[in-house]
């Protein structure tokens, strides 16, 4: 199955490279330009298959976001010269992942489920259920760790290690409030819930920049709205638009990351599962049709792309 696992573009003027779990970075002095692979991860550890379209869905999904978002806090973004290729600037980001939970599932069920009443020191209520409503949306930051798995914090352990300043913190906390209820907004319009999602953020000249992705379904998890009381009342499982899917079929087959875990096999059928739930998030939370870029010469072309703006 086509997909793009890794780049390796050989750019004269690239000043360094980093591969992420699913992004490659190339950087250009000020710039920086960032393909969008198709590689996967879950409790941090990038699966063996990549999947087809997805870095595609989320490069196209975090463009339409970060275009929309812009007049609440500027972002990094610049140009997509290719559906798998952002252009923007080089921000020095901040060392924490801004997560921002409406609604109690994912790490934030499972912990709470193993009998933990405070989140990153945020106190949670008795008597709440697997994907129940939050009585307000709360943050939950997290370690931005370059090797291993990232790690809940509190905000006062943010700013008692001094990773943010208090200034720059009460803006991100501003920020990441605003982004989410339009995140919100955006995805009711659409018959779907943005129950949780993740923001990261950077400095460009010392102001505060949005940066990464934001509302794809690597960030963010989705419900469909049609039909969620109903399936809380009936403590049904709700139908979902997310990565946790793949987190599930993971954990049902004895992996989460942990040492000593080996990786299942992730059939064709599998991997073109996942491809079609993220092509559906699409153009459900866009409400536009996937036009499927060809991979004949993709890698070419996206090198192509980069060396018109940057090279």
Not at 35 to 62: C, H, T
Not at 89 to 118: N, Q, S, T
Not at 213 to 240: C, I, L, M, N
Not at 257 to 283: A, C, H, N, T, W
């Given at each position: 199955m086509d997909a793009i696992k890794s780049t390796d573009l050989a750019f004269e003027n690239a000043t360094n490279v980093y591969k992420g779990k699913v992004r490659d970075v190339y950087f250009f002095d000020d710039k920086i330009g960032i393909v969008a692979s198709d590689r996967i991860s879950a409790f941090d550890v990038i699966l063996e298959r990549a999947i087809p379209y997805k870095g595609q869905v989320l490069n196209q999904i975090a463009e339409k976001f970060l275009?929309?978002?812009?007049?609440?806090?500027?972002?990094?973004?610049?140009?997509?010269?290719?559906?798998?290729?952002?252009?923007?600037?080089?921000?020095?980001?901040?060392?924490?992942?801004?997560?921002?939970?409406?609604?109690?599932?994912?790490?934030?069920?499972?912990?709470y489920r193993d009998g933990k009443r405070e989140l990153c020191g945020v106190p949670l209520p008795e008597g709440l259920k697997e994907n129940d409503k939050l009585p307000h949306p709360i943050i939950t930051p997290s370690t931005k760790a370059t090797e291993g798995h990232d790690e809940?914090?509190?905000?006062?352990?943010?700013?008692?290690?001094?990773?943010?300043?208090?200034?720059?913190?009460?803006?991100?906390?501003?920020?990441?409030?605003?982004?989410?209820?339009?995140?919100?907004?955006?995805?009711?319009?659409?018959?779907?819930?943005?129950?949780?999602?993740?923001?990261?953020?950077?400095?460009?000249?010392?102001?505060?920049?949005?940066?990464?992705?934001?509302?794809?379904?690597d960030s963010s998890r989705?419900?469909?709205?049609?039909?969620?009381?109903?399936?809380?009342?009936?403590?049904?499982?709700?139908?979902?638009?997310?990565?946790?899917?793949?987190r599930q079929w993971l954990i049902e087959n004895g992996f989460q990351g942990k040492d000593g875990q080996k990786q299942p096999f992730m059939s064709d059928e599998f991997v073109k599962s996942v491809s079609d739930r993220y092509i559906e998030l699409f153009e459900k939370i866009t409400g536009e049709k996937f036009e499927k870029s060809s991979y004949q010469d993709i890698e070419e072309e996206i090198f192509k792309s980069i060396k018109n703006q940057l090279g």
């Amino acid at each position: 199955m086509d997909a793009i696992k890794s780049t390796d573009l050989a750019f004269e003027n690239a000043t360094n490279v980093y591969k992420g779990k699913v992004r490659d970075v190339y950087f250009f002095d000020d710039k920086i330009g960032i393909v969008a692979s198709d590689r996967i991860s879950a409790f941090d550890v990038i699966l063996e298959r990549a999947i087809p379209y997805k870095g595609q869905v989320l490069n196209q999904i975090a463009e339409k976001f970060l275009k929309m978002t812009s007049d609440i806090v500027p972002n990094w973004f610049e140009s997509a010269p290719h559906p798998n290729v952002h252009i923007g600037k080089k921000c020095d980001a901040f060392a924490v992942e801004m997560v921002i939970r409406g609604y109690l599932a994912g790490h934030a069920w499972r912990e709470y489920r193993d009998g933990k009443r405070e989140l990153c020191g945020v106190p949670l209520p008795e008597g709440l259920k697997e994907n129940d409503k939050l009585p307000h949306p709360i943050i939950t930051p997290s370690t931005k760790a370059t090797e291993g798995h990232d790690e809940d914090i509190s905000r006062e352990e943010i700013l008692k290690q001094g990773i943010v300043s208090e200034e720059d913190y009460k803006k991100l906390e501003e920020y990441t409030y605003a982004l989410f209820a339009k995140g919100q907004e955006f995805a009711n319009e659409r018959g779907l819930i943005l129950v949780d999602t993740k923001y990261e953020f950077g400095k460009f000249n010392d102001e505060i920049f949005l940066i990464d992705e934001v509302h794809t379904p690597d960030s963010s998890r989705y419900f469909y709205a049609d039909g969620y009381q109903d399936r809380q009342d009936a403590d049904e499982p709700q139908k979902q638009l997310s990565k946790e899917f793949v987190r599930q079929w993971l954990i049902e087959n004895g992996f989460q990351g942990k040492d000593g875990q080996k990786q299942p096999f992730m059939s064709d059928e599998f991997v073109k599962s996942v491809s079609d739930r993220y092509i559906e998030l699409f153009e459900k939370i866009t409400g536009e049709k996937f036009e499927k870029s060809s991979y004949q010469d993709i890698e070419e072309e996206i090198f192509k792309s980069i060396k018109n703006q940057l090279g």
